[in-house]
């Protein structure tokens, strides 16, 4: 009896182990940049962090690691908030040229667009991961158009969605957002506006020191723009005061969900993400 006991504790505990195991396969990032793509959708509503996170996805874009990276950047993709939008056009196209969909002003396009890459991505294997840097509203109106396009389609193996944000979540309409955490492969992260908590904290109080860290012409251009509409929307006209950016500080913390699917949880705040996308 007492072999017994021991070996039932034993077994016990191998299958404890792989189940934790297999725990922690299921929540890290498998994003694949050989056949994956990388979709990141900002509300630009009513804050000005998505200026700045556009900022810091082009800087990362700009990395040698990530020069094959398949990306498309959304903006627009707001919830039911109220305020006013932040127009980030003029960014958006010095960023990422033409690789970027307009939802303010076009959202069935945009979905259209978000649909025939997703297809495509899907037909040769590959999966979507969504940064949802803003509401789930658009994520769900694009899914939906999926499913109907294929109703065999398995969508929880190949969409990704990550979240960060409790806010964000609050101001998406609850039916889609449902929808969303249902549908597709869910990830509610630590919100990146805080550092300590296992998410890269990318907001900061005080200026960070990017200038030097960033010997790109381009880039310096992109930071100089975002910086500058930041600081011409920022809590006017009833827009939210974003009162870090205010101080002269900098919020990209919507990257924080790059950073997760692209295995970079290691960055601990603003002044690291610089050191490590530093270029000589």
């Known amino acids: 009896m007492k072999k017994f006991f021991l070996f039932k504790n034993a077994l016990f505990g191998v299958l404890f182990t792989l189940l934790l195991s297999n725990a922690a396969i299921a929540q890290e990032s ?13 509300d630009c509503k009513t804050d000005i962090d998505d200026l700045h996170t556009s900022a810091g996805l082009a800087t990362l874009l700009n990395h040698p ?5 398949n990306y498309l950047a959304v903006a627009g993709t707001y919830g039911i908030q109220e305020g006013l939008y932040v127009p980030p056009n003029e960014l958006m196209k010095l960023a990422f040229k033409s ?8 959202w069935e396009a945009s979905i259209d667009i978000v649909v025939s890459k997703a297809m495509s991505i899907i037909e040769n ?3 979507i991961w969504i940064a949802e840097a803003g509401q789930s509203d658009f994520t769900a109106d694009w899914v939906k158009k999926i499913r109907t396009k294929d109703p065999s389609l398995k969508i929880k193996d190949h969409i990704h969605v990550v979240q960060h944000s409790d806010w964000n ?3 998406t309409e609850p039916v889609k957002l449902m929808y969303v955490k249902t549908a597709t492969d869910y990830h509610k992260i630590a919100d990146g ?26 880039l310096t251009n992109v930071w100089n723009t975002a910086i500058s509409l930041g600081n011409k929307y920022n809590g006017k ?7 870090s950016v205010a101080e002269g500080g900098l919020d990209f913390s919507d990257l924080s969900e790059v950073c997760y699917i692209l295995d970079l949880m290691k960055i601990k705040d603003a002044d690291e993400f610089f050191t490590y996308f530093k270029i000589d």
Request: proline letters at 2%; zero cysteines.
């Open 30 to 42: 498998k994003f694949d940049i050989s056949k994956d793509l990388l979709l990141v959708q900002l």
């Open 65 to 69: 690691d990530y020069k094959d990276l």
């Open 99 to 106: 690789n970027w969909a307009d939802a303010d002003k076009e």
């Open 125 to 127: 294997g590959g999966s």
């Open 169 to 171: 979540e609050s101001v």
């Open 193 to 218: 506006n805080a550092v300590g908590n296992g998410t890269p904290g990318l907001k900061s109080d005080s200026k960070v020191d990017w200038e030097s860290k960033i010997n790109n012409q381009h």
């Open 237 to 243: 006209d009833g827009r939210y005061l974003n009162e």
